[in-house]
């Protein structure tokens, strides 16, 4: 049986005329086409028996000769094992998804469940019109012949038009019994229509359902088959077995079984060995860069703090090959002798140690928060002075300014101290966990708030930002001193000070007084002066 694989532009008429065989007979040998005019690449034909090959002749037989792995390794095209309750889940779906949907018959059927309905409403209004017809029609009828012939009128014209109104009358009357049927059967047939739009959808949309999970399966299924194949490919590739040494039984059932060509199998095998041939090389240029920097690691020139990391390919991490520990002693400015030790309480300490941090390990999340936090304390502080500066203040006027919803500069006032709490616990003051109603009540008071009169709004304002410098200088002096660089932050710390000194200068106050203060411990174990 000759066997013939369909490449992309062929036609049956061609494959026929190559053949010698007719479009019929190979539709006959081929019985999966339906259409002669719809074939696809990359299935095979049964061109039917060919001629029989000239015997070929005896070969010689050869030395034995040593065989490599390749040689002796049977590599085969493993079968495809579909599990059996995917296949049925698979069936399922494509039943679903092939399935139709018939209008008519469902429109007809929800007709039929209210004919009976419909052929009631028409018996009850047939009998009503009877009984009118009967009773009050007929008397109608009799008063106006009677009427008619009391006054002579019985034959003349003026007899007869009098009759006819009365027969209007009562036409018009036995007309208002159809109105009501037909309203009643108009409102059947139309929930009838609504009941079948709304079965016609369902069933739509359930067979809509069906194909997107058929065509999800087939993806699903897919994907399983190109993994099982690229499988082979790598298996192949490891025993050094060229995909030309398979048998034709291993492409046909590759063909059958995964939807692979022969050629779709030797264009995967050549990809992946071009990228492990450049994965080899890579990782041998990595090792000889490794080996490298090892025997150069001494003639490295690492400034304090600074390391030097290189890539192991055997590891996938980075290797310390030479590094130089920094001592984090701050160092003199310029206007100070070179050289020497700063005191913790020169106002240069904290800028010399940002300085000096340069070539530190980055800055964590963690630990950049408390900065950023002190920052956003800062800015807000700036709005919450303009208020101390605008607005009066004190114990009456605070209770009925924060009872006034209408006071818009009191409730905004409000709004800032509220926004500014959880900041200055958590950044300034080290709060950790969830706040208390108490603990929210005690860092209110460190703050300026509608109740307190303006001086003390001024000085609780004033220590407010003396605590914020000073906790971002201690920040920034214990991260240096860490390790961490922290030399990017100069010109925030520079700007953060020069920003409280602008604001305490508008205040105009330094401390709360004395005899307006008293103190509370925070969780973490500090105690602060409050204001009463």
């Known amino acids: 049986m000759s066997v013939y694989t369909i490449q992309y532009g062929d036609t049956l008429n061609g494959i026929a005329s190559k053949s010698g065989k007719s479009i019929q007979e190979l539709m006959r040998l081929n019985p999966s086409i339906v259409d002669p005019n719809k074939i696809y690449a990359g299935r095979t034909l049964n061109l039917g028996e060919s001629a ?9 037989p050869a030395a034995p000769q040593k065989q490599t792995i390749a040689q002796v390794a049977k590599v085969t095209v493993p079968n495809y094992v579909q599990d059996p309750t995917s296949a049925q889940i698979g069936n399922n779906y494509r039943t679903q998804a092939t399935s139709t949907v018939d209008e008519e018959a469902i429109r007809s059927a929800t007709r039929a469940r209210i004919q009976g309905q419909i052929d009631a409403i028409n018996g009850a209004v047939a009998d009503q019109i009877a009984n009118f017809r009967s009773t009050t029609a007929k008397n109608r009828q009799g008063q106006s012949y009677a009427l008619a012939a009391a006054g002579g009128r019985i034959g003349s014209a003026t007899g007869e038009s009098e009759f006819q109104t009365t027969e209007d009358y009562n036409n018009k009357e036995e007309q208002t019994y159809r109105d009501d049927a037909n309203n009643k059967i108009s409102q059947l047939l139309g929930a009838a229509t609504r009941d079948a739009d709304a079965e016609i959808k369902a069933k739509r949309d359930a067979i809509q359902q069906g194909v997107d999970k058929y065509f999800e399966f087939l993806d699903n299924q897919g994907k399983q088959k190109r993994d099982q194949v690229t499988a082979f ?106 050289g020497t030790t700063l005191a913790y309480s020169d106002p240069n300490y904290t800028l010399d140690a940002i ?19 002190i920052q956003t304390i800062v800015g807000q502080a700036e709005t919450l002075t303009g208020f ?95 390790g961490r660089d922290v030399s990017k932050f100069e010109s925030i710390y520079q700007g953060m000070n020069e920003k409280a000194s602008k604001l305490k200068a508008e205040l105009g106050v330094g401390q709360a007084p004395a005899s307006q203060s008293s103190t509370f411990t925070s969780k973490s174990g500090k105690t602060y002066n409050l204001p009463n």
């Open 355 to 373: 300085r000096n941090s340069k070539g530190g390990r980055f800055l964590t999340q963690g630990e950049l928060k408390p900065i950023t936090d």
């Open 52 to 60: 029989p090959a000239a015997p070929a002749p005896t070969p010689t």
């Open 233 to 338: 490919v790598k298996n192949m590739l490891a025993l050094g077995v060229d995909p030309s040494q398979l048998q034709d039984s291993d492409f046909q059932k590759l063909q059958d079984q995964y939807g692979f060509t022969r050629e779709q199998l030797v264009s995967l095998y050549n990809d992946a060995k071009t990228q492990k041939d450049q994965q080899d090389v890579q990782t041998e240029k990595q090792k000889a860069d490794l080996e490298k920097a090892k025997n150069d690691s001494n003639q490295f020139s690492l400034n304090e703090g600074d390391a030097r990391y290189v890539y192991d390919p055997e590891t996938g991490t980075a290797k310390l090959i030479a590094q130089r520990p920094k001592t984090y002693a701050p160092k003199g400015t310029s206007s100070d002798t070179p």
């Open 388 to 482: 101390v500066n605008s607005i009066d203040t004190g114990p009456i006027v605070g209770i009925i300014k924060s009872a006034n919803p209408y006071d818009t500069k009191a409730q905004e006032m409000k709004a800032a101290v509220t926004a500014i709490v959880p900041k200055l616990a958590r950044g300034v003051y080290g709060e950790v966990g969830v706040l208390t109603d108490q603990d929210i009540e005690n860092y209110s008071r460190t703050i300026a708030n509608l109740k307190n009169t303006t001086d003390v709004n001024k000085a609780v304002m004033a220590m407010t930002l003396d605590i914020a410098t000073r906790s971002l200088a201690n920040q920034l002096n214990s991260l240096s001193a860490g």
